[in-house]
């Protein structure tokens, strides 16, 4: 595991921050092509929002399949680093997700878990991360020893710079709060497919 001083323990230690703040934070550090995943919802649109890069994916109406599909990315093009954006409620639909993730272990895969207890698209109803699911216990104990909370956006930095850097999987949880994202997906399905096909060369 890292060794990291400001690793800490649980979800109830970690900083609130925002979402929109943190896509903007990850998206600056991406510098070599790397491909994004976002989930449903709020997480891609804020993805959106950060820029529309050729190698981001927006998913829409699959909800807990960004973590399955960004690691068929990885296998696909292991020279690409690759990161998945996961909401709480889409990962808890899809836990078996984060156990093949640890058994097949690509070396180019980061998954990031934004965590705010909430439904929040579909009317705020709580997530089981609101009474007492650790979603990092839970990737550990899937085999994804890897994973950390990110006390605040200092830290969430760092641990970004280290997915980059050296091999995964990686797991980063970030507890978010409820605010609206900072836009909304263009919802052109073809679009989408056809753009990311393009961005990360796979284009027919």
């Known amino acids: 595991m890292m060794n990291d001083p400001n690793r800490i323990q649980s979800r109830d230690d970690a900083t609130v ?6 896509t903007r934070l990850l998206v600056a550090k991406l510098n070599s092509d ?37 690691l068929g990315v990885a296998i696909a093009q292991p020279h690409r680093k690759v990161f998945a954006l996961d909401g709480d409620g889409s990962i808890l639909m899809q836990l078996g997700s984060l156990g ?6 690509p070396k180019n895969l980061a998954i990031i878990l934004w965590d705010n ?3 929040q698209i579909t009317g ?12 990092v216990a839970i990737a550990r ?22 997915a ?3 091999d995964g999987p990686m797991l980063i949880a970030a507890r978010i709060d409820g605010e609206k994202p900072a836009g ?6 073809v679009k989408i497919r056809l753009n990311f096909m393009r961005g990360i060369g796979a284009a027919a």
């Open 117 to 119: 207890g909430l439904y």
């Open 17 to 22: 921050m925002n979402r929109s703040v943190l």
């Open 34 to 70: 790397e491909a994004v995943v976002g989930g449903i919802g709020n997480t891609n649109f804020d993805l959106w929002a950060s820029g529309q890069r050729p190698q981001n994916f927006y998913m829409l109406g699959s909800m807990g399949l960004a973590t399955s599909i960004a």
């Open 184 to 189: 909304t997906t263009e919802r052109d399905p």
């Open 141 to 162: 104990g899937a085999g994804l020893t890897d994973s950390y909370w990110a006390a605040d956006e200092e830290h969430f930095g760092r641990l970004v710079d280290r």
């Open 100 to 105: 093949t993730v640890a058994a097949i272990a």
């Open 124 to 135: 705020s109803q709580k997530t089981l991360t609101a009474s007492g699911s650790d979603l």
């Open 164 to 166: 980059l850097a050296a």
